[in-house]
T-cell receptor, first 113, second 116 residues
Framework: DQQVKQNSPSLSVQEGRISILNCDYT??????FLWYKKYPAEGPTFLIS?????DKNEDGRFTVFLNKSAKHLSLHIVPSQPGDSAVYFC????????????FGSGTQLTVLP | DGGITQSPKYLFRKEGQNVTLSCEQN?????MYWYRQDPGQGLRLIYY???????QKGDIAEGYSVSREKKESFPLTVTSAQKNPTAFYLC???????????????FGAGSRLTVL
């Protein structure tokens, strides 16, 4: 049972435009959500997170939106740059859970110059 | 620089052989984790450890074993019982489970295991 789903395996966007990556979840006990970015043959690196008590968190070009009623979150990248081309993983955790993060299957973002 | 070192980066194994992947961290993190990544799938948790000399199975522990004799080290052994071991393996650490905050994981660069 996949508790965190990223239904779009790939996304292509023109440089300078907005990239929107989506993530859905089923476990209502998730209380923190994170986005990781991964380049080939490297480990994922943390990008941005959001607590369930918020509906938006912004860090520079990256903004994460959370819709708890819809169990949906999205990552917006504005403006998109070629260096943003990577696989983006959505992850979720239950606060205090020793099992840490449950990851989605990832979305390959390609930013075209 | 603080971080996580995984070795080897690439490893080839014959069927029936056990192999051990190394993971060392100098971040003074209490918790360590092993994840496996397969194409088109998310990272799946193999084992995790919150403290020295203690570890728990994750979602796909069958065919794997770990030890946590030192805080900074969490080696993973892929045994011959693992039916499909070819994958990209990622080690991670964090400050702990925590009751507040996102408790971000720091990942190593990964080890790619190929079974011939």
């Amino acid at each position: 049972d996949q508790q965190v789903k990223q239904n779009s395996p790939s996304l292509s966007v023109q440089e300078g435009r907005i990239s929107i990556l989506n993530c859905d979840y089923t476990n209502s006990m998730f209380d923190y959500f994170l986005w990781y970015k991964k380049y080939p043959a490297e480990g994922p690196t943390f990008l941005i997170s959001i607590s369930s008590i918020k509906d938006k968190n912004e860090d520079g070009r990256f903004t994460v939106f959370l819709n708890k009623s819809a169990k949906h979150l999205s990552l917006h990248i504005v403006p998109s740059q070629p260096g943003d081309s990577a696989v983006y993983f959505c992850a979720a955790r239950v606060v205090g859970s020793a099992r840490q993060l449950t990851f989605g299957s990832g979305t390959q973002l390609t930013v075209l110059p | 620089d603080g971080g996580i070192t995984q070795s080897p980066k690439y490893l080839f194994r014959k069927e029936g052989q056990n192999v051990t992947l190394s993971c060392e961290q100098n971040l003074n993190h209490d918790a360590m984790y092993w994840y496996r990544q397969d194409p088109g799938q998310g990272l799946r948790l193999i084992y995790y450890s919150q403290i020295v000399n203690d570890f728990q199975k994750g979602d796909i522990a069958e065919g794997y074993s770990v030890s946590r004799e030192k805080k900074e080290s969490f080696p993973l052994t892929v045994t011959s019982a693992q039916k499909n071991p070819t994958a990209f393996y990622l080690c991670a650490s964090s400050t702990g489970t925590g009751v507040s905050g996102a408790n971000v994981l720091t990942f190593g660069a990964g080890s790619r295991l190929t079974v011939l």
